[in-house]
């Protein structure tokens, strides 16, 4: 214990952010949220076919969800207000230093000494268990040479940079109680101590962040829905499984242990495979929902494994902000660590659709449009990322994040930017190219993370799923008013004028995508492009030069692919056969409040030194509201500086992109206006060009080799062979087995018993008939042979006589 | 009262089914409805004994052995009429109290071919005592004894009720189980040598190996002896394959009881008796039985990949399920084994569970074949659903019971107990984590290749196939509402078992 | 006179004998070569017992066995041919190859 505390004294304060312990009763109690959204999924599955009218089953979801967007929105008021309180009480007392090892609730009023004093237990017991760890040699020494660094590190960081200085951070308010508990394992802890589980929330900027973007896109998304999938064959199971989502994904985020985070995460899952399976009459869905669980299950094998490797090197804890504290204070070694953050790695890249995981997310668009905007683009697939952040020191350590070039989850994620941009492409279902889209972004969100941007990462899912979640819905938006093709050649073109609502806000929401000045994208675009390092005096955390490139690449791509997607869709000559009208009020709202944010929430974190004065005063309150404090129970990061001229170029960038799009279809609307692509272009006249479009046209045969390489071999032959084997090999034992004992016993019956033993006594009775077998021959019932044989017995006597004598 | 529980409580929950089915004797075949009757009532009046036990069972206390009764019995040999329940074997004597009556309530309109409800049901019940008994036995005689009067029932309901094949099936069932139960006896009795033959009793006998100093050499081969018994039962790789013929062959009813309880009878003798008496040689044999279950999980899933037939295809999923159970019973940590019995009991109700759904689209199809299948949500949609339920529970999704008798048992793997290969445990960490890959995979198939998609040309106007009927509804909701329950609060079986588990492995901290 | 000289004829008789009880498919030519058996035995016994000189007297008991003999043989003779006449009944044939009712 007094090593460990010691270190954390010396260094803490000096590495450390200022923090408080925000408190309301709202914190300790956002599990409600989740509680919300079960029980309108257990009514609506108990009640939801009697529900009086089954078509407006829609109002029970309606109403929870509603409900829980307004606790969240609270939460999150409460929170901000909280935070800026205390801002303001900060400048009168200088210190509010508190000891970083309790991390818990400070409760106001008696209800919550209970609260109270099981978040303690929850995580004081699990510091003993830390105290424990850290009093081994090996890792107090490490606690040490870490907590150096990050002293260094933070005295440039509060010296030249000023940016968090004269903020005190909010520390997360954790509250668990007991789940189960078990028997220990093995050594002194087979004396019988007891290892216990905790289920708890954390309510900290990250998940209070998450709480509000899940409810807000889920609530759209409800709404939307009413008119959408209106007289579905199963609009009740969609309404179920909606709620079961929005519930396991609030109940993912607001995990307190990795445990409760594993829960959450695969019934995400499943709900994505009922939801991307809802048309399951035809085949293609549920192979697509199969394709969707599988894959993620693949990636599951890492997330468990990285679980129990953190489970293990924390003492057997699965407490999230033990671990991150651990992690922090040198409590893991760095091997359990890279090991750990490697195999999580695994499971990100196969929830949030990183390179090479990423072949079901397109896939997942066989489901409902709606569906696709809130799980496939704003929430779930974000897991991954939001994994990341919930145990960030672990990752940045784990992959040596700091002061580097390159790392294994940034390259990842820079990958992922490229490869799914590209991939964009070449799709003719406008979906598709939004699904394509999300991959890359998330490739953004990975990067970010990657290089040690935090709060860029976090910020670009923030917008991400607010535009995200708007270009989807408009994309449903028009395949509901194109006779539900999401064909772009087809299907679709000039329907800018046939339905203009559609068009401003997927104006909006491509604007916000691509990253043009001032909408949302542009923001968080461009601090994650500061955060790489790359670009020169940024300050931030490593070199990523490579990635920053990278990054650049997919911001020429993403506006590239989406201006090809506008000019398909609204520009040049309607090729329907329908005639395409805006959609209704309960669809269009959604458009238009979405675009609405694609605008506006950018600028919750405008970096400090724009716009004057105004930057210092308004700018970076996200990074404010949802940054943990560093030092704690998160590490130590930098942020990077902005950089004026590396926004422009990225601007310049794009803008090029897109204007190269724009002439190609304007050049080839000049000569055919109905035409789509030009029928003798590159592809045709250049060998390497035909290449690369096959390659990305078969998505670099990463499916092939997933259905060819892997999944049918096991399906077929594979399984076959062990099949075989075991009919043929391990059964054929078993049966030969019993063959032989059955030979052996007819062999033993048959010579031995019958023939030697019991013929040996047929003197008597019938076993002398039965044995008489041979005998029988000879008793032919002639009295000539009988004769024959006694004179021939006579003989022979008398021959043996005659020789004997 | 509590004064007739602790000393003829468990005498009357084990024996009264057998009362039952000594009153059906009397009563002429042809009368069914009174056969059934009975049959139900003798199970539902055993498990308000069992409830009135349970009710009456110190839960601070569940390392203790409770309600003990110890008279002589065969005193020639030293055995004795030893009985007692501890918070091992409660989970398994509630999972059999629970199953006998739901699977007595499907038979009410589900008698198989060739009818015969009195004896049908005569047999469940002796069937109902052998697993009673095997649970509370804490005498290795006794157990032995209710071990081998399970294997007779069973064998006629698979010889009598089963399917075309089930001679074959029936007979191989029987002498498998009873060549591993030989050996299984010769362990015993060698263990009775050695120890001194003074006592049969397994928490003695315990302490009689650690006492006497028996070779390790020794202690091996008994071991071995046991595994042999146990692990057919269980059954591992590579003595699984009586279970897939015995599971395709009986009637419904056999598979659910074959698949919810008679197997867990070899993973429990591995906790109750094998380790605690011979921990040291369960060191030796842990690595072992750890590549077993670990070659069983990726294999059965194989074999699973490769069935045509429903039936088959669950059964075998057994195999890998089990491999789930055994790996976790060989780190030999409290956790490791706490983690098997929650998956004894998870997988009892799971697999029981899709056992009886394989049954009802028998009885509705007349074939199981998956091919023929498909579209069993459009024509069936609420049996569908539970399909897809059990499926999901089956493959290890957090939030149902399967997920807490898989994935502690992957996680015991990572740290096994003193003595014990940790790298190698590690490996079959990562292969068992594999393994749930594979799980997924040939449950999801099954699921899409019987439930989604449209109904073939050939069942798509069957008038016979209907949803869920009554009996169903009745036999299979406990099921249903137990797997979302234990899959929230896991507490509720490890709690229990806790305390007997860190008991039952102190031998071994020694 | 040797002894051996009527040892020889009993013998050859003896072996006529059992050729035709042996070849002979008639019951009563059977019957009648089983007495030519018998006959060679009476020879050997008679001759014995002339031959047997005890204290330089000659035997009576090898004559007593042949009366003896020819008795019982009268008496075979007689069954024999009941069994021969009733067979002739129930078969028309007296084949004795066809008489196979002693097996078991």
Redesign the interface.
Not at chain 2, 302 to 307: F, I, K, M, P, S
Not at chain 2, 332 to 335: G, S
Not at chain 2, 451 to 454: E, P, Q, S, V
């Given at each position: 214990m007094s090593v460990f505390s010691s270190a954390t004294s010396i260094f803490a304060a000096a590495a450390s952010d200022e923090s408080f312990q925000p408190s309301d009763w709202l914190f300790e109690n956002v599990w409600i949220v989740p509680a919300i959204m079960l029980a309108s999924f257990v009514y609506i599955l108990l009640f939801g076919k009697t529900f009086p009218g089954k078509d407006r089953v829609h109002f029970v979801g309606l109403t929870a969800i509603s409900a829980a967007l307004a606790i969240s929105l609270l939460t999150a008021f409460t929170w901000i207000t909280q935070y800026e309180g205390e801002q303001g009480d900060h400048s009168a007392q200088t210190s509010a230093f508190v000891d970083p090892s309790i991390v818990t609730a400070v409760d106001a009023d008696e209800e919550g000494d209970k609260a109270k004093d099981s978040s303690r237990g929850c995580l004081a017991e699990s510091n003993v268990v830390g105290d424990l760890r850290a009093s081994d040699d090996e890792y107090a020494l490490g606690s040490l040479l870490l907590n150096d660094i990050g002293s260094a590190e933070l005295a440039v960081d509060a010296g030249e940079d000023g940016k968090g200085a004269g903020h005190i951070k909010a520390k997360p308010v954790v509250r668990c109680l007991e789940w189960f508990s078990t028997g220990s394992f093995g050594g002194e802890s087979a004396t019988g101590d007891t290892l216990k589980f905790h289920i708890g929330t954390i309510a900290d900027g990250q998940s209070i962040m998450m709480l509000v973007v899940v409810t807000f896109i889920s609530f759209l998304v409800h709404l939307y829905s009413t008119e959408y999938v209106k007289g579905d064959r199963r609009y009740v199971h969609y309404y179920a499984f909606l709620s079961l989502f929005t519930a396991s994904m609030l109940f993912m985020v607001l995990s307190s242990s990795t445990l409760q985070l594993i829960v959450g995460w695969e019934l995400v899952g499943v709900c994505s495979f009922g939801l991307i399976g809802h048309w399951w009459e035809e085949k293609p869905n549920s192979d697509a929902a199969l394709k969707a669980f599988l894959t993620n299950r693949v990636g599951d094998i890492g997330l468990l494994v990285g679980m129990i490797v953190l489970f293990f090197g924390a003492g057997q804890t699965f407490d999230i902000q033990t671990i991150n504290y651990l992690a922090v204070h040198g409590g893991l070694s760095q091997t359990t660590m890279t090991v750990a953050a490697l195999c999580l790695m695994t499971a990100v890249m196969s929830k949030s659709g990183q390179f090479i995981l990423h072949t079901w997310l397109p896939d997942a668009m066989a489901g409902p449009t709606p569906v696709s905007a809130l799980i496939h683009a704003a929430t779930m697939v974000v897991a991954g990322v939001y994994m990341i952040g919930r145990l960030y020191p672990v990752f940045w350590f784990g992959m040596s994040i700091e002061g580097s070039p390159i790392n294994a989850l940034a390259f990842v994620g820079a990958l992922t930017v490229v490869g799914g941009g590209a991939l964009a492409f070449v799709q003719n279902d406008v979906k598709k190219v939004l699904a394509y889209s999300t991959v890359s972004q998330l490739g953004y969100m990975v990067l970010a993370l990657g290089v040690g941007a935090y709060t860029a990462g976090m910020f670009h899912l923030f917008t991400h799923a607010f535009f995200k979640a708007c270009l989807f819905l408009g994309a449903g938006a028009l395949s509901h008013a194109c006779h539900h093709s999401f064909d772009m050649k087809a299907e679709m073109g000039g329907l800018r004028k046939r339905m203009p609502v559609t068009f401003a806000t997927f104006m909006i929401g491509t604007l916000a995508l691509v990253g043009v000045f001032p909408f949302a994208g542009f923001w968080s675009k461009d601090e994650i492009l500061v955060g790489t390092g790359g670009f020169p005096s940024t300050n931030a955390n490593g070199n990523y030069t490579l990635l920053l490139i990278m990054g650049l690449i997919g911001a020429a791509m993403t506006a590239g692919y989406m201006t090809r997607v506008i000019w398909l869709v609204f520009f040049g000559e309607y090729r329907g056969h329908v005639d395409p009208h805006d959609p209704p009020p309960v669809m269009k709202y959604p458009l238009i409040i979405l675009a609405g944010l694609s605008v506006v929430t950018g600028f919750l974190n405008f970096p400090a030194d724009w716009f004057g004065g105004l930057g210092s005063r308004f700018g970076l309150k996200f990074e404010q509201w949802v940054e943990p404090p560093r030092g704690d129970t998160f590490p130590v990061i930098t942020h990077g500086d902005s950089n004026f001229l590396l926004a422009v170029i990225a601007s310049a960038v794009g803008v090029a992109s897109a204007a190269l799009v724009w002439t190609y279809y304007q050049k080839l609307y000049a000569k055919d206006p109905s035409a789509t692509e030009v029928t003798e272009g590159l592809r045709s006249k250049n060998k390497l060009a035909a290449g690369g479009y096959a390659l990305l046209e078969n998505k670099y045969y990463l499916d092939d080799l997933y259905q060819g390489g892997i999944a049918d071999p096991m399906k077929g032959p594979i399984a076959r062979a062990a099949y075989w084997l075991n009919q043929n090999v391990i059964d054929e034992v078993v049966n030969t087995a019993g063959r032989t004992s059955a030979m052996l016993g007819r062999f033993v019956y048959r010579y031995i018993d019958q023939g030697a033993i019991d013929g040996s006594v047929n003197l008597s009775g019938t076993s002398a008939s039965e044995s008489g077998g041979l005998l029988r021959k000879v008793q032919t019932g002639r009295v000539r042979n009988y004769a024959s044989l006694m004179f021939g017995a006579a003989a022979l006597l008398a021959a043996v006589f005659i020789l004997a004598i | 009262m509590t004064e007739f529980l602790n000393d003829w409580g468990i005498t009357v929950l084990v024996f009264l089914p057998l009362v039952g089915a000594l009153l059906m004797m009397f009563i002429p075949a042809k009368d069914e409805e009174s056969h059934k009757l009975i049959a139900l009532l003798t199970t539902v009046a055993t498990a308000l004994v069992g409830i009135a036990l349970f009710s009456e069972f110190d839960f601070d206390r569940t390392a203790d052995l409770q309600f003990d009764v110890n008279t002589s019995w065969i005193s020639v040999v030293n055995a004795n009429y030893h009985v007692a329940i501890d918070g091992m074997s409660l989970p398994l004597i509630a999972l059999t109290l629970l199953v006998v009556p739901l699977v007595i309530i499907y038979s009410w309109n589900h008698i198989p071919d060739p009818g015969n409800a009195k004896m049908f049901l005569m047999l469940i019940l002796v069937l109902h005592t052998g697993m009673l008994g095997s649970f509370v036995a804490q005498d290795i005689v006794l157990f032995f004894v209710f071990f081998e009067v399970v294997l007779l029932p069973m064998y006629f309901m698979i010889g009598v009720w089963g399917g075309p094949d089930r001679l074959y099936a029936s007979i191989?069932f029987f002498?498998?189980t009873l060549f591993g139960s030989a050996l299984m006896l010769v362990a015993f009795l060698a263990l009775y040598w050695n120890t001194g033959s003074q006592t049969f009793d397994m928490q003695e006998l315990a302490s009689l190996v650690a006492e006497r100093d028996i070779p390790l050499g020794t202690q091996v081969l008994i071991f071995g002896g046991m595994f042999l018994g146990f692990g057919i039962k269980v059954p591992m790789f590579?003595f699984?394959?009586?279970l897939p013929d015995a599971h395709t062959q009986a009637p419904t009813q056999g598979s659910v009881i074959l698949a919810a309880v008679l197997l867990k009878l070899g993973t429990y003798g591995f906790v109750r008796i094998a380790i605690p008496i011979l921990p040291e040689a369960a060191v030796e044999w842990a690595p072992w039985i750890g590549l077993l279950a670990v070659i069983g999980i990726i294999?059965g899933a194989?074999?699973?990949?490769?069935?045509t037939d429903m039936k088959r295809l669950i059964a075998f999923s057994s195999v890998a399920h089990m491999g789930y159970v055994m790996l976790g019973i060989a780190t030999?940590?409290?956790?490791g084994?706490?983690?098997a019995i929650f998956g004894m009991v998870a997988h009892g109700l799971i697999t029981g569970m899709l056992f009886f759904i394989a049954g009802s689209v028998k009885d509705r199809y007349h074939t199981l074949e998956i091919k023929r299948l498909g579209?069993l949500?459009?024509q069936a949609p609420k049996m569908g659903w539970i399909l897809g339920f059990c499926t999901?529970a089956s493959l290890g999704?957090?939030?149902l019971a399967g997920?807490w008798g898989e994935?502690?048992a992957?996680?015991?793997a990572?740290?096994?107990?003193?003595g014990v290969s940790t790298s190698l445990f590690r490996v079959y960490?990562?292969i068992a984590?594999?393994g749930?890959?594979?799980a997924?995979?040939y449950l999801?198939?099954l699921l899409?290749r019987t439930?989604?998609?449209?109904p073939s040309d050939e069942f798509a106007d069957d008038p016979e196939i209907t949803d869920m009927n009554m009996t169903e509804w009745i036999a299979w909701t406990p099921f249903l509402v137990l797997i979302v329950l234990f899959g929230f609060?896991?507490?509720i079986i490890?709690?229990i078992?806790?305390g007997a588990?860190?008991e039952s492995?102190?031998t071994?901290?020694r | 006179m040797y002894l051996t000289q009527y040892l020889l004829l009993a013998a050859v008789l003896f072996c006529i004998g059992v050729y035709g009880v042996l070849t002979r498919r008639n019951g009563v030519m059977v019957l009648m070569s089983i007495e030519l058996i018998l006959n060679a035995v009476n020879i050997n016994m008679v001759a014995f017992g002339v031959f047997n000189h005890v204290d330089g007297q000659a035997q009576v008991g090898g004559a007593v066995f042949a009366l003896f003999i020819i008795a019982v043989a009268a008496a075979e003779v007689g069954v024999g041919l009941a069994i021969v006449l009733l067979i002739y009944r129930n078969r028309q044939s007296i084949d004795v190859s066809e008489a196979s009712l002693m097996k078991g």
């Open positions: - | 191989k002498l498998y590579p699984h394959t009586w294999y194989l074999g699973c990949l490769a069935q030999l940590t409290p956790f084994i706490n983690a579209g949500l459009v999901m999704l957090p939030g997920f994935f502690p992957i996680l015991a990572y740290n096994p107990a003193d960490m990562v984590a594999i749930t890959v594979f997924a995979g999801l198939w899409q439930a989604f998609g449209t609060v896991p507490g490890f709690d078992t806790d588990v860190v492995l102190k071994l901290a | -």
